[in-house]
């Protein structure tokens, strides 16, 4: 039979006692980002992992955000495949920031920016002005300039992203 040895306090054992009974001081450290997150990424695959990693997310989750597969998340973070513009809006949200560096200064940047935005392809953005969709290409290298009429169609489109 074994005996129980009581302390004087009444305590069977000291285990679970404060050993500062008075100090109730507790530290709580964040969790490492681990070994994949990258102080300078450079790419949009990058940034999404960065940002999942911050965020302590699964890339399932992510995947849920922003209404695709696991895999592609997988694949845009290993560099393998490029986002869809579609889901571009989702990712500037996600991030929280616009990731692509774009010269906005040109009618060309503007154009891109507003896309990149709305998550427009050049061939949508052509059938709404009415052109052709090289046009919007060719808008966008700073190549040529819109005509009177479609610039009118593009002020708006302008005005949103300034």
């Known amino acids: 039979m074994r005996r129980c040895i009581l302390f004087r306090d009444g305590y069977k054992s000291r285990r679970g006692i404060d050993a500062l009974p008075f100090s109730r001081l507790t530290r709580t450290t964040p969790k490492p980002l681990g070994s994949k997150y990258l102080e300078n990424p450079a790419t949009l695959g990058e940034k999404i992992r960065n940002r999942r990693l911050e965020l302590h997310l699964f ?3 992510v995947a849920d955000l922003m209404g695709v597969t ?4 997988t694949n845009w973070e290993l ?3 490029e986002p869809q513009i579609e889901y571009y809006p989702k990712i500037i949200e996600f991030l929280g920031y616009f990731p692509f560096d774009i010269d906005t200064s040109t009618l060309g940047g503007k154009i891109k920016r507003y896309r990149y935005l709305k998550g427009v392809t050049q061939e949508e953005l052509a059938r709404e002005l009415g052109v052709n969709e090289s046009t919007i290409f060719h808008y966008e290298k700073n190549d040529t300039k819109p005509f009177r009429k479609t610039m009118a169609k593009l002020a708006p489109i302008l005005a949103m992203v300034e």
């Open 70 to 73: 696991e895999d592609s998340i």
């Open 59 to 61: 890339q399932k989750d």
């Open 79 to 81: 560099n393998r495949h």
